[in-house]
Every structure is written in structure tokens, then in C-alpha cells.
């Protein structure tokens, strides 16, 4: 296997990953609270969605439909020859099939450097493969932080195929929380406090709901830009 595979795949071992705060209800009757305008986050406080404001981006419509065929044609054919895994149930992940490309055709690398220009600053060093990770209908992606150790400040991903759920908790205050409508085809950006302090997690299909409204989780596939720690 090659070693950055075996670097990925320590992100999502549970020794690096933290609590799991998987006790929090969703919906109108907790609570929650819109960001504001069309700002596709809501917190469990106004204070704690005003602190990350500057922390979380998610920007709909970040890519068009034929950019999102464009990365579909790059991807599947080498997806479709893998299985997707299930039996591993301490992994981070369940439900899962995971690559990584460093060379990327013209029009996916194209898209990959608006990503990169809007995530990044210049001057900051990433990690060279991209990380994509296809998650089953049934997939979905456990409370963790990823490993400090081979990942900086920012994370950003692409979201393909279909809406999710990621729900941030605060690792030493579980009541501190913020769910984010990632919708098919939109660019997340996590950084500093929002990537190092909060678990992240994508939320399985039966439990995705965004501010009591309801949002089926379908396969997704998710392209994940990375810097290296500073
Ligand atoms: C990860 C992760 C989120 C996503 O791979 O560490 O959190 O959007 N992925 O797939
Ligand atoms: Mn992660």
C-alpha cells in the first residue's frame, strides 16, 4: 500500500479520534437557531454560531453541474472497482470507499485550484493528494478530528451527489454544537478552532435533518483539499 493512503487512513483511527457525542437531538425541538441569511448553518447558541462565523464557510453552488459530472468521470470508473467497507466498526467510517489522486485531469484541476485559491492562503504548503471518500447510502462518517499530526489549520471539501449533514460538537463541551447543510455540489471550509477544537461528523441518512426539515442522504462523494501542520 502506499504510505499516504496509510496516512489517510490514520485520520480516521479511533485513537485520534475524540468523544462521542452522538446523544444530541436535531430538529425544532432543540432548539436550533438560523445563522442569518442564507447561511446554511444553525448553532446551539447565537454566540457560539457569531465566534466560528469566521472559522466555517460553506458556499452553495461552489461548482456547476458538468464540473460535478466532470469529477464523476475522473472518479467512478477507479470507485466502481473497489468494495465499499462495512465490517470495520471502530472505524471512523462506516459504509466507505476512500482514494486519493495526485494528478488530476485539466478540468478537475481546474476546479481544484478555485478550491484551493478560496480555502488556502497562498503561502500555505498542502498536502499534495486529494483525498475522496465515497460514502454508501448507508455510510456515514463518526465524530472525530483529524490527526494533527499529518493535517494543518484548513480543511475544504467538495460535496458531490447528494445533501448532507456535518454536525460539529465542541470536543470538551458537548453542548456546543453547529450543524452545517452541505448540499450537493458546495464547498466546506473548516479552520483553526472549528477544525482543531469541534469533532466533525456527516450524519447517516436516518438521522439527517437540518433545523427539523428533513434531508435524505443519498451516495456521496466528497473531494478533500488538506494543508500540511504548520
Ligand atoms: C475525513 C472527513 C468529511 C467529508 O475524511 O476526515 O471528515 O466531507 N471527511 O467527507
Ligand atoms: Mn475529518
Given at each position: 500500500m502506499k504510505v499516504l493512503l496509510a496516512v489517510l487512513k490514520q485520520i480516521h483511527k479511533p485513537a485520534l479520534c475524540t468523544g462521542n457525542p452522538r446523544c444530541l437531538s436535531s430538529g425544532a425541538t432543540s432548539g436550533l437557531l438560523p445563522l442569518g441569511d442564507e447561511a446554511p448553518m444553525v448553532g446551539s447558541s447565537p454566540e457560539l454560531v457569531q465566534k466560528l462565523r469566521s472559522q466555517v464557510e460553506v458556499r452553495t453552488d461552489f461548482i456547476t453541474e458538468a464540473e460535478e459530472a466532470a469529477f464523476l468521470r475522473e472518479l467512478d470508473p477507479g470507485l466502481k472497482k473497489k468494495r465499499y467497507e462495512f465490517d470495520h466498526w471502530d472505524d471512523a467510517i462506516h459504509g466507505y470507499r476512500e482514494t486519493e489522486r495526485l494528478r488530476w485531469g485539466a478540468a478537475c484541476e481546474e476546479i481544484l485550484n478555485r478550491v484551493r485559491s478560496t480555502a488556502f492562503p497562498e503561502c500555505s504548503q498542502l498536502l499534495g493528494p486529494v483525498h475522496v471518500i465515497d460514502l454508501d447510502n448507508t455510510g456515514y462518517i463518526k465524530p472525530h478530528i483529524d490527526s494533527v499530526k499529518f493535517c494543518g489549520s484548513t480543511i475544504a471539501g467538495l460535496s458531490l451527489l447528494s445533501d448532507s449533514i456535518m454536525r460539529l460538537v465542541?470536543?470538551?463541551?458537548?453542548s456546543e454544537w453547529l450543524d452545517l447543510l452541505l448540499s450537493r455540489r458546495s464547498l466546506y471550509i473548516l479552520r483553526d478552532q472549528a477544525r482543531y477544537k469541534f469533532t466533525h461528523e456527516i450524519l447517516k441518512n436516518e438521522e439527517s435533518v437540518f433545523n427539523g426539515q428533513r434531508v435524505p442522504r443519498q451516495r456521496r462523494i466528497s473531494v478533500i483539499c488538506r494543508n500540511l501542520p504548520g
Open positions: 465542541k470536543e470538551d463541551t458537548p
